[in-house]
């Protein structure tokens, strides 16, 4: 392997980010500390990094505190052989060079200090502020030795939470795990396989959703390597013999230069190389690369505006790919990303993909958040608030959803799952609440997805949604701005059905469901759960049945294919376990039960006077229709215990209802009062399928 294949990352010096010589920042560090008045020699470039993004940083906190982490990292050394302080001095190097502020590179120089030294979090507290002693213990690991397997999981855990009051814990973890990426090639093969498909499934996610393009693509290209050994070798080779492609992007730029000098628009155009996973996707798309696939025209300009000036004059010059059109800056990104992205055939037939953004969109685009600097105070170096959470009004929407139902599973396994499949759901919608408030769902969302999260728990009780006021399914997929408002039964003590979890999208949602279904075993949904039984007789019983008969407390449940209710002729059917399934004596279940040899048992109802009932109704689709039918069920003294409605069909609409009646007497005069309501043309009792008993 090539030394560029074995550091992919060096393919990003093309990008003008030159790597540092961790060996002579080794022999630097190792010379202690420099006088008091000049910074040590091994911290110069994170400070002329530091410098060229915020020329008036005051320096002596940064002193200070690589002198604490030099000092308390003395004698410790890097499986490569390199003295440890060059490790916290290049993830600081990283930062820098994306542009963070004083304090987020004080506590990347301190941030493994807690872990591996005698150096404690109070001290830190004392010596640089509780602000800085926040980040760095957000980003300390928890000891294996507590945690076991789940060490690594539940670490995670601790720094999202973290970063849910402060993003930069997740910065610095970003730019820890890329150092220790590009130095990985001294560990174990299976190790190396270990640590970058934890990377692939959970900090390049992480990345791309706080828009850190910079580390994230770098980080593609390392656990490239690593993993497809075989296609990153195909790729950097593809890229080696393409060397002078970049030509044709070069006369291309050449002549938007000439276009917009010509209408007066100052702009800055650049050839953006793209990294070998960009180029290993190009080349999936196609069989055969073109000249101008391996990289991509940037223009820069100074404000909004002129972004859409050099659309124009780029369109109206060149020959534009419409389908390759996006406005990223009318519509952000959920990672602050903004750009036009367009693509061109220049005057040989040539294609070229094209970026547009100001100076500062672009400076978002690389960095994200790291280029925001600290969003929580408004002065840098203030002490944040001793109590309670500090208030973040840029956090993202993916953020709280995640904080949100990681407080759902305390199981570490259940948590790190979950974690893996929300990342992995890379595009974002916004839908909206009735209330015109906005909810952030992933792509392929359903009614379901937005009714927890709206509701929580409360979702458990959903009977149904109008999607842009008219009523839909709840496994409705929703659009980017739809407006949902979401339906739920007045019954406290209903629970989602298990084919929920067919269709939801959002782990909050999937958790939540899970832990229902598991709670209650014999409801497997809401159809399924009988909260009154009849009990069995006690004569003339067959003498087959004696096992379920004469057993104390035997589980006594309602048929959900039937629904039976007083004064239903009904019958028991003995079920695994000793159970008895109660059946109107009319269900086909029970011919089909009896032909293949199991003998009914016979029931009786008892004195309780409640009873949960399925019925259908059918009726012609208008607005409202759902609302009169549930307030006509409520006037009758039934609660809705779960509800379902099927797409129109000749603007006819199904509803069909499970109530819980507190008493079966009055049965007859709701299926009236629903049979009522205008529109409403027929209302029945349900008679499902007969299922397996």
Not at 252 to 258: L, T, V
Not at 291 to 311: H, I, M, N, Q, W
Not at 575 to 600: D, F, K, L
């Amino acid at each position: 392997m090539s030394a560029e294949a074995a550091n992919p990352g060096a393919h990003s010096r093309r990008r003008g980010r030159p790597r540092i010589d961790l060996r002579r920042l080794g022999r630097a560090a190792l010379m202690g500390p420099a006088g008091r008045d000049r910074l040590p020699d091994a911290i110069g470039h994170v400070v002329d990094a530091h410098r060229a993004h915020h020329p008036e940083a005051r320096l002596a906190q940064l002193h200070k505190a690589y002198v604490l982490a030099e000092s308390s990292h003395r004698g410790q050394f890097r499986k490569s052989g390199e003295p440890y302080i060059t490790h916290p001095l290049a993830v600081t190097l990283i930062l820098a060079e994306l542009g963070a502020e004083t304090t987020t590179l004080i506590a990347s120089l301190l941030h493994d200090t807690v872990e591996d030294t005698e150096v404690t979090l109070d001290q830190v507290k004392a010596e640089f502020g509780a602000e800085v002693a926040y980040i760095v213990d957000g980003v300390t690991k928890l000891e294996k030795v507590d945690y076991g397997a789940a060490a690594e999981p539940e670490t995670f855990r601790k720094m999202l939470v973290a970063t849910g009051n402060d993003v930069r814990v997740m910065s610095i973890k970003l730019a820890d795990r890329l150092h220790n990426m590009r130095t990985l090639g001294v560990m174990r093969p299976e190790k190396q396989a270990r640590i970058a498909k934890v990377t692939r499934d959970v900090l390049i996610p992480l990345a791309e959703r706080l828009g850190v393009q910079a580390l994230k693509t770098e980080l593609e290209d390392l656990v490239f390597a690593i993993l497809h050994p075989g296609e990153y070798e195909r790729t950097r080779a593809l890229i080696a013999e393409n060397a002078t492609a970049c030509t044709a992007l070069e006369a291309i730029a050449d002549e938007f230069r000439k276009v917009l000098r010509e209408a007066g628009i100052s702009a800055e155009v650049l050839i953006r190389p793209r990294h070998f996973v960009s180029v290993h996707r190009v080349c999936l798309k196609r069989a055969e690369p073109r000249s101008t696939d391996f990289g991509r025209l940037l223009v820069l300009v100074g404000e909004d505006a002129d972004c859409y000036a050099v659309l124009g004059e780029l369109h109206t010059c060149f020959t534009p790919v419409i389908s390759e059109f996006k406005d990223f800056i009318a519509a952000p990104k959920f990672n602050l990303y903004q750009s036009l992205h367009t693509a061109v055939a220049g005057p040989d037939g040539a294609v070229a993909e094209v970026l547009i953004r100001t100076h500062q969109m672009h400076k978002v685009a690389e960095a994200g958040v790291v280029a925001l600097g600290n969003p929580y105070l408004a002065t840098e170096g203030a002490e944040p608030p001793e109590d309670g959470e500090r208030a973040d009004p840029t956090r993202p929407g993916w953020l709280s959803r995640l904080l949100e139902w990681q407080q759902s599973t305390p199981d570490p396994d259940t948590f790190w799952t979950s974690l893996r499949a929300d990342l992995a759901q890379d595009k974002e919608i916004t839908v909206f609440r009735a209330d015109g408030r906005a909810l952030g769902l992933p792509a392929g969302a359903s009614c379901v997805d937005a009714a927890y999260a709206q509701y929580g728990e409360r979702a458990h009780t959903c009977i149904g949604a109008r999607v842009n006021g008219r009523l839909a399914t709840l496994s409705t997929q929703l659009k980017d701005g739809d407006t949902v408002h979401v339906l739920l039964a007045q019954d406290a003590s209903s629970g989602p059905s298990r084919d929920w979890l067919d269709h939801v999208r959002t782990p909050a949602a999937r958790i939540a469901i899970t832990g229902w279904l598991d709670a209650h075993p014999e409801g497997a949904g809401a159809q399924d759960a009988a909260p009154r039984r009849p009990t069995q007789r006690t004569a003339d019983r067959p003498a087959s049945a004696n096992a379920v008969v004469d057993r104390p407390g035997a589980t006594v449940r309602l048929a959900g294919c039937c629904t039976p209710v007083p004064p239903d002729t009904v019958t028991g059917i003995p079920v695994r376990g000793g159970a008895v399934t109660v059946h109107r004596r009319e269900c086909p279940a029970v011919a089909r039960m009896e032909s293949a040899g199991r003998v009914p048992v016979e029931v009786r109802w008892g004195d309780a006077p409640e009873c949960r009932v399925t019925l259908v109704a059918e009726s012609f689709g208008r607005p409202r229709l759902l609302a009169d039918l549930t307030e006509a069920i409520a006037a009758e003294g039934a609660a809705v215990v779960s509800a379902t409605v099927e797409p129109p069909t000749q603007q006819r609409v199904r509803h069909t209802y499970t109530l819980q009646l507190p008493d079966a007497a009055g049965l007859p005069a709701l299926m009236r009062a629903m049979r009522d309501v205008p529109g409403v043309y027929d209302v029945s009792r349900t008679q499902h399928p007969a299922g397996s008993n």
